[in-house]
């Protein structure tokens, strides 16, 4: 089949990008999805917290994925399920899987919008035996929230990802005593409210600086070693410790699903491992764009749907453009603290429009200022009192800031005490 614009991914970014291009005057949309259901991730979040940005309440997850459900069957937009997409071309050919068969599909636009997945426990590198009790933490969210199964009485969390912070909480609901979260930087990679809600107040220790070592258990999760960690990461085992429990949960961090990217010849970021975009989010390959998690990992799906709707005005835009070559761009470059930015690209045109600039830095810092300079001018400063690295930064540019951008030879940001 023939579509205009393919969106690859049901979740909250597709379901957003498949409005807002509909609403740019756009008809021809499909939208494939590899689950039963739309929605994505969201419908197994059934805690709070979500769209106070979009709609100023709070949601839980399946709450605020059933509000862009909802428009998207109001503007009988077209979706498949139980869709898997197994392979794009640079030309935007589809390749996908579903009940019917083998579906190939050429697009004149694509919006990836696949999410992202749990880092394996193999990249970790735990010694010890391989005993049952050892889940991922959405992994565990899942049992207990889709299957209604317990993974394990006694906790320990390594990592303090929010969703092993948010299923801290969760399992102590549930009647589990969860001994520890265990982190291995000197920081938390978690939004602070959440360590707030789902540590402090039912007084769940979080250890900094520690690693887990070593996994203790025959056919079953016995306990765990625990110790301290040096400068370089490395364990101090004259600091180690055994605690006891039936079950290690894992919140390593997230990973873009870009496999279907990279079969593209979409060029990836090293550090967010999603693609490298300019600022109409499109990649490298014309008519490819990427939106939400599967280009970096959000700590708000609320920002994520934003991202969403500015990729899926930016695919109706470019199919309707008459000259859809790539016209240059100038990279913005990352120092002193700022581990990257999205987007990467400023394209050299004549839209003025305010744009804003996403960014995660590489520590805690206190008492410094954001910048961005543009060739030897300071066009953006403003006084942060904390950044840390748990906390996606928004740098929001006018119309004039914008146009500096878009002739500059050099962009930079950077932090300055």
Same mark, same amino acid.
């Given at each position: 089949m023939n579509v205009r614009v393919l969106i690859v991914g049901g979740g909250p970014a597709g379901l957003a990008a498949a409005i807002s291009a509909y609403d740019s005057g756009e008809r021809d949309i499909l939208i494939l999805e590899r689950e039963d259901k739309l929605g994505g991730i969201l419908n197994q979040c059934i805690h709070n917290g979500f769209g106070l940005h979009t709609f100023n309440e709070e949601l839980t997850g399946p709450e605020y994925a059933q /509000?862009? =459900? @909802?428009?998207?069957?109001k503007r009988n937009i077209k979706y498949l399920l139980n869709t898997t997409v197994i392979d794009i071309s640079n030309d935007k050919r589809v390749k996908a899987l579903s009940s019917? &068969?083998?579906?190939?599909? @050429?697009?004149?636009? =694509? +919006?990836?919008?696949? &999410?992202? /997945? !749990?880092r394996p426990r193999g990249a970790i590198n735990i010694a010890g035996s391989r005993p049952a009790g050892v889940y991922s933490a959405g992994t565990a969210q899942k049992l207990v929230n889709i299957d209604g199964l317990?993974?394990?009485? %006694?906790?320990? +969390?390594? &990592?303090s990802g929010d969703i092993g912070l948010i299923m801290a909480r969760r399992m102590t609901f549930e009647g589990a005593k969860v001994k520890a979260v265990i982190e291995l930087m000197p920081y938390s990679s978690g939004l602070n409210r959440n360590i707030v809600q789902c540590l402090n107040d039912f007084n769940i220790p979080l250890l900094f600086s520690?690693?887990?070592?070593?996994?203790?258990g025959d056919d079953r999760v016995e306990s765990?070693?625990?110790? %301290?960690? @040096? !400068?370089?990461?490395?364990?101090k085992m004259e600091t180690a410790q055994e605690i006891k429990c039936d079950t290690l949960l894992l919140s390593v961090g997230l990973l873009p699903e870009n496999e279907l990217a990279r079969g593209a010849d979409v060029s990836i970021s090293r550090i967010t491992r999603g693609a490298i975009v300019d600022d109409n989010l499109m990649t490298n390959i014309p008519g490819i764009f990427e939106c939400g998690n599967v280009l970096h990992?959000?700590?708000?799906?609320?920002?994520?749907s934003k991202e969403a709707k500015e990729a899926g005005k930016k695919a109706v835009l470019y199919?309707?453009? *008459?000259? *859809? !070559? *790539?016209?240059?761009?100038t990279e913005i470059k990352t120092s002193n603290g700022v581990r990257y930015v999205v987007p990467e690209l400023i394209l050299k045109n004549d839209n003025f429009d305010p744009m804003n600039l996403k960014l995660r830095v590489d520590n805690v810092y206190k008492h410094v200022r954001l910048e961005v300079m543009v060739d030897d001018e300071i066009i953006y400063s403003k006084m942060k009192q904390v950044v840390a690295p748990g906390e996606m930064q928004t740098i929001d540019l006018g119309s004039d800031e914008v146009k500096k951008l878009r002739s500059a030879k050099e962009i930079k940001v950077y932090l300055r005490s």
């Amino acid at each position: 089949m023939n579509v205009r614009v393919l969106i690859v991914g049901g979740g909250p970014a597709g379901l957003a990008a498949a409005i807002s291009a509909y609403d740019s005057g756009e008809r021809d949309i499909l939208i494939l999805e590899r689950e039963d259901k739309l929605g994505g991730i969201l419908n197994q979040c059934i805690h709070n917290g979500f769209g106070l940005h979009t709609f100023n309440e709070e949601l839980t997850g399946p709450e605020y994925a059933q /509000r862009f =459900i @909802d428009e998207v069957k109001k503007r009988n937009i077209k979706y498949l399920l139980n869709t898997t997409v197994i392979d794009i071309s640079n030309d935007k050919r589809v390749k996908a899987l579903s009940s019917d &068969g083998l579906l190939l599909i @050429d697009a004149e636009a =694509i +919006i990836l919008s696949c &999410g992202c /997945r !749990e880092r394996p426990r193999g990249a970790i590198n735990i010694a010890g035996s391989r005993p049952a009790g050892v889940y991922s933490a959405g992994t565990a969210q899942k049992l207990v929230n889709i299957d209604g199964l317990m993974p394990g009485k %006694e906790v320990v +969390i390594l &990592g303090s990802g929010d969703i092993g912070l948010i299923m801290a909480r969760r399992m102590t609901f549930e009647g589990a005593k969860v001994k520890a979260v265990i982190e291995l930087m000197p920081y938390s990679s978690g939004l602070n409210r959440n360590i707030v809600q789902c540590l402090n107040d039912f007084n769940i220790p979080l250890l900094f600086s520690h690693t887990v070592v070593e996994i203790k258990g025959d056919d079953r999760v016995e306990s765990v070693i625990i110790a %301290e960690v @040096d !400068e370089k990461l490395n364990p101090k085992m004259e600091t180690a410790q055994e605690i006891k429990c039936d079950t290690l949960l894992l919140s390593v961090g997230l990973l873009p699903e870009n496999e279907l990217a990279r079969g593209a010849d979409v060029s990836i970021s090293r550090i967010t491992r999603g693609a490298i975009v300019d600022d109409n989010l499109m990649t490298n390959i014309p008519g490819i764009f990427e939106c939400g998690n599967v280009l970096h990992v959000h700590d708000l799906v609320d920002f994520v749907s934003k991202e969403a709707k500015e990729a899926g005005k930016k695919a109706v835009l470019y199919i309707n453009s *008459k000259n *859809k !070559e *790539k016209i240059s761009s100038t990279e913005i470059k990352t120092s002193n603290g700022v581990r990257y930015v999205v987007p990467e690209l400023i394209l050299k045109n004549d839209n003025f429009d305010p744009m804003n600039l996403k960014l995660r830095v590489d520590n805690v810092y206190k008492h410094v200022r954001l910048e961005v300079m543009v060739d030897d001018e300071i066009i953006y400063s403003k006084m942060k009192q904390v950044v840390a690295p748990g906390e996606m930064q928004t740098i929001d540019l006018g119309s004039d800031e914008v146009k500096k951008l878009r002739s500059a030879k050099e962009i930079k940001v950077y932090l300055r005490s």
